[in-house]
C-alpha cells in the first residue's frame, strides 16, 4: 500500500518569498493533517481536514498561512510570505480511523 | 504550563536495560492517548495506543493514570534499535484537538 506522499522534499527560500507543500494522503483516508515540526520540538497541528472541510485550525497563522483540500483528496498548505521563524518540517499525515501515517515532509529554509 | 509535558532526556542506558518515561497533561478532558517513535530526520510512527486498562506489545507497556493526569512507557530488555526520540500524544476528541509531546530521547549503548 502506498504510503503519504509529499513534495518537495526539500525547499529553501528567502525572508518575504512564497512556497508551497503538496500532500497525497494514503487512499481511503478521510482525515489530513498538516504538522510544522521545529528542531527540538515534537509536531504542532496547524490545520485536520474531514474530507474537504476544516476541522480545526486554531493554530494556523492565518495571516500568511492557507491550506485546501480540494476535492477531499490530495491538500496543499502555503507561506506567504515567509518570515525566518518558519524554518521548520512540515509533515502531512492521514488517518482513517486513530492512527495517524505520516509523509516524510518538506523541510524548509527560509533565508 | 505546557499542556503535553515530557522530559526531553536524552535518556542514555545500557542494552539489556528497562527504560521508562513518564508523559504529564493538563486538560482533564484529554480522551486518547498515544506514544509515537520517530527516528532521526524521519517521520512519527505509531507505537502503541494507550487505553484505561494499559496495554502490553511485547517488550513496551503503556499505562494511563487519569486521575494524576500522565501516561507512562516502559521498555524492558532494551535493544540497540530502540533508540529514538518518543512522542507524547494527547486528543481531546470533543474538541478535535491534537497536541504532541516535545518527545524524549533514548540512546541504546552497547
Known amino acids: 500500500e502506498a504510503g503519504v506522499a509529499q513534495s518537495p522534499r526539500y525547499k529553501i527560500i528567502e525572508k518575504r518569498q512564497s512556497v508551497a507543500f503538496w500532500c497525497n494522503p494514503i487512499?481511503?483516508?478521510?482525515?489530513l493533517y498538516w504538522y510544522q515540526q521545529i528542531l527540538g520540538q515534537g509536531p504542532k497541528l496547524l490545520i485536520q481536514?474531514?474530507?474537504?472541510?476544516?476541522?480545526?485550525d486554531s493554530q494556523l497563522p492565518k495571516d500568511r498561512f492557507s491550506a485546501e483540500r480540494l476535492k477531499g483528496v490530495d491538500s496543499t498548505l502555503k507561506i506567504q510570505p515567509a518570515k525566518l521563524e518558519d524554518s521548520a518540517v512540515y509533515l502531512c499525515?492521514?488517518?482513517?480511523?486513530?492512527?495517524?501515517?505520516f509523509g516524510p515532509g518538506t523541510r524548509l529554509t527560509v533565508l | 504550563r505546557k499542556e503535553v509535558e515530557q522530559d526531553p532526556g536524552p535518556f542514555n542506558v545500557p542494552e539489556g536495560a528497562t527504560v521508562a518515561f513518564n508523559c504529564t497533561y493538563s486538560?482533564?478532558?484529554?480522551?486518547?492517548f498515544f506514544w509515537y517513535r520517530q527516528d532521526c530526520r524521519k517521520e512519527p510512527k505509531l507505537l502503541m495506543s494507550?487505553?484505561?486498562s494499559g496495554n502490553e506489545d511485547g517488550r513496551f507497556t503503556a499505562q494511563l493514570n487519569r486521575a494524576s493526569q500522565y501516561i507512562s512507557l516502559l521498555i524492558r530488555d532494551s535493544k540497540l534499535s530502540d533508540s529514538a526520540t518518543y512522542l507524547c500524544?494527547?486528543?481531546?476528541?470533543?474538541?478535535?484537538?491534537?497536541?504532541f509531546g516535545s518527545g524524549t530521547r533514548l540512546s541504546i549503548r552497547p
Open positions: 499525515a492521514s488517518s482513517l480511523v486513530e492512527e495517524q501515517f
Open positions: 487512499s481511503g483516508h478521510a482525515t
Open positions: 481536514f474531514q474530507n474537504n472541510g476544516v476541522v480545526d
Open positions: 486538560n482533564s478532558a484529554s480522551q486518547s
Open positions: 494507550v487505553y484505561s
Open positions: 500524544v494527547v486528543e481531546y476528541s470533543s474538541a478535535s484537538k491534537i497536541i
